[in-house]
């Protein structure tokens, strides 16, 4: 019997898949973009250093192209902070809504019984 009302409560709505959908997906966005955002500030630092290797004569321009591959990196790891939190608050926004879903339909249980 319990499996049926599962299904009944399924095809009714009476119970969200949503909120454990919204963790999968926050999940794998959160691995994807701290991923890339490494990967980015890692490409940007080697290819830095690489250019002021081929400026072996140059020696300002050397320390310009170090300087701004460590620039670049600092942006990107407070870009990557930034987009982690925005992503996070922004899922944590989503949830809030199905918290006072739950909330509002226990509310309504304990005062119908009354």
């Not at 955002?37 to 192209?65: D, E, H, P, R």
């Not at 870009?79 to 809504?97: C, D, G, H």
């Not at 879903?101 to 226990?106: D, M, R, T, V």
């Amino acid at each position: 019997m319990g499996f049926f009302k599962g299904i009944i409560d399924f095809a009714l709505f009476k119970e969200f898949v949503t909120p454990g959908f919204i963790k999968l997906v926050y999940l794998i966005i959160f691995i994807l973009l701290n991923l890339s955002g490494i990967l980015g500030i890692a490409g940007v630092t080697v290819m830095g250093v690489l250019s002021a290797l081929a400026m072996k004569n140059n020696t300002g321009g050397m320390a310009m192209s170090i300087v701004g591959a460590l620039v670049m990196a600092l942006v990107g790891l407070v870009l990557l902070v930034f987009y982690n939190l925005f992503l996070r608050m922004y899922f944590e926004l989503a949830l809030i809504l199905f918290n006072i879903h739950g909330y509002l339909k226990s509310i309504d249980e304990k005062t119908v019984k009354r």
